[in-house]
């Protein structure tokens, strides 16, 4: 079956950087679309960037030039670097595959960033 399985998130001071890792299992991962979501306290959850098959990246208004979305098709990973982090960064982030209709989901990392 579909796992993903984050790894990564922790505590940094504002203007720190963390690395998300995401491994994949179950799919081809080289013909898929990969997205990291994000879910802050008392909030919506939203998608924070994306990384095609063919690596085409496209990412949130709030994140954009600080985060980069990264694939090795070769390890089944998806990665989110973060850097310049901002108290506002601060949610659980989500790995985040479809497969025709249907989603699979990680079980989240946390990341809090502290002023």
């Known amino acids: 079956q579909v796992q993903l399985v984050e790894s990564g998130g922790g505590l940094v001071q504002a203007g720190g950087s963390l690395r998300l890792s995401c491994a994949a299992s179950?799919?081809?991962?080289?013909?898929?679309?990969m997205d990291w979501y994000r879910q802050a306290p008392g909030k919506q959850r939203e998608l924070a960037a994306t990384?095609?098959?063919?690596?085409?990246?496209n990412y949130a208004d709030s994140v954009k030039g600080r985060f980069t979305i990264a694939r090795d098709n070769a390890a089944n990973t998806v990665y989110l670097q973060m850097n310049s982090l901002k108290p506002e960064d601060t949610a659980v982030y989500y790995c985040?595959?479809?497969?025709?209709?249907?989603?699979?989901w990680g079980q989240g990392t946390q990341v809090t960033v502290s002023s």
């Open positions: 179950g799919i081809i991962f080289s013909i898929n679309n």
């Open positions: 990384i095609t098959s063919g690596g085409s990246t």
């Open positions: 985040h595959v479809r497969l025709r209709m249907t989603h699979y």
